[in-house]
């Protein structure tokens, strides 16, 4: 490798002129800093990143831990966090804890001992359901920033960016009560997460407010191992009165759509059915679903613009961001 003693060597100066040089510095010069400059070229010189980074105590790098990558909503996340910080001239590292407090505790102690100067992350399935967070609360006693995305902790103090889940789940409830539906049942496989559980709120709360609505409400969670086609067929096989549908994960919605065109039932006519996340398939079903659209591009570009706020010194606060979404009617709703 190169290195700035290499070119001070060859060309009979000090260390310090060639740095000079390099940065265009007004001490030397122009006709060294021609001399340097092309002597770098030509034996493609290039910094020390880590050196500068040590120097500098900035690596100008984002540590992203999501919980699962074959979620399209996790992806496109990481797309837009990515896209954002290159804008910003910020690189990423990304890990994956897979749903795993382990993995998601290896990866924070991996890239905390220098290599990044902050973190994004969205906590994993195993975190939640546990509810210990000491593992993130020990990078921020550390200083290093951490900000929290989709499923967050009010046991950890540090930036969070959110979508209105109560909000958008009460909305699409309504809608569904609006067309005058009498049996709504909710579909999840998520209810164990904050934001499933701000999700079936939302539902609860637009059934409780409507004084025409004479049923309980009905949650359906689908466990981890369960089969969903087995649980949403079993669904319709015990209740044949069924009229609404609002599934608060990413599938569930697909496949309700499904089932009921398999047993003949006329969508929305008879049924209407309102998936979560304007994502990967769901507009391309037919008829098309009807969605809450999440805005997953809008939520990582919030995250790297919170994160690197609190890199800059820009802020100091503990925010939370939340992202407004919005109810996309189509053919799966009257």
């Given at each position: 490798?190169?290195?700035?003693?290499?070119?001070?060597?060859?060309?009979?100066?000090?260390?310090?002129?060639?740095s000079k040089a390099l940065h265009d510095s007004e001490e030397i010069s122009p006709d060294t800093i021609e001399r340097v400059k092309a002597l770098a070229k030509f034996l493609n010189y290039k910094p020390n990143r880590l050196a500068v980074s040590l120097k500098n105590s900035k690596t100008n790098t984002i540590g992203v831990i999501i919980p699962n990558i074959?979620?399209?909503?996790?992806?496109?996340?990481?797309?837009?966090?990515?896209?954002?910080?290159?804008?910003q001239g910020y690189q990423i590292i990304t890990c994956v804890s897979n749903e795993l407090q382990s993995k998601e505790n290896d990866s924070l102690q991996l890239l905390s001992n220098g290599s990044v100067d902050g973190f994004i992350?969205?906590?994993?399935?195993?975190?939640?359901?546990?509810?210990?967070?000491?593992?993130?609360?020990?990078?921020?006693?550390?200083?290093?920033?951490?900000?929290?995305?989709?499923?967050?902790?009010?046991?950890?103090?540090c930036g969070k960016v959110i979508i209105d889940d109560f909000g958008a789940a009460y909305e699409a409830t309504k809608h569904l009560l609006s067309e005058g539906r009498k049996n709504i049942i909710l579909l999840t496989n998520?209810?164990?997460l904050s934001v499933g559980k701000l999700r079936a709120n939302g539902y609860f709360k637009?059934?409780?407010?409507?004084?025409n609505y004479n049923k309980k409400p009905n949650v359906i969670a689908i466990n981890r191992g369960d089969s969903i086609e087995e649980r949403i067929e079993?669904?319709?096989?015990?209740?044949?009165?069924?009229?609404?549908?609002i599934s608060i994960d990413n599938t569930s919605g697909v496949i309700a759509l499904q089932k009921a065109l398999k047993h003949n039932i006329n969508v929305p006519k008879d049924l209407s059915i309102i998936g979560f996340s304007d994502e990967n398939v769901l507009q391309f079903t037919d008829p098309k679903l009807s969605t809450v659209s999440q805005h997953t591009l809008d939520i990582g570009k919030a995250?790297?613009?919170?994160?690197?706020?609190?890199?800059?010194?820009?802020?100091?606060?503990?925010?939370?961001q939340t992202i407004k979404t919005n109810l996309i009617l189509r053919g799966t709703t009257k």
């Open positions: 490798m190169v290195t700035l003693k290499h070119l001070a060597e060859q060309l009979n100066v000090s260390v310090s002129t060639v074959l979620n399209h909503f996790f992806a496109k996340a990481l797309f837009a966090i990515e896209k954002e910080a290159t804008s992350m969205s906590i994993a399935e195993e975190t939640q359901l546990a509810n210990k967070v000491d593992h993130i609360n020990l990078i921020l006693r550390q200083d290093i920033p951490v900000v929290l995305f989709d499923r967050v902790s009010n046991d950890i103090d998520i209810d164990e637009a059934i409780e407010q409507d004084k079993a669904m319709f096989k015990a209740d044949n009165n069924i009229d609404g549908i995250s790297v613009e919170m994160l690197i706020n609190k890199l800059q010194n820009k802020t100091t606060a503990n925010t939370t």
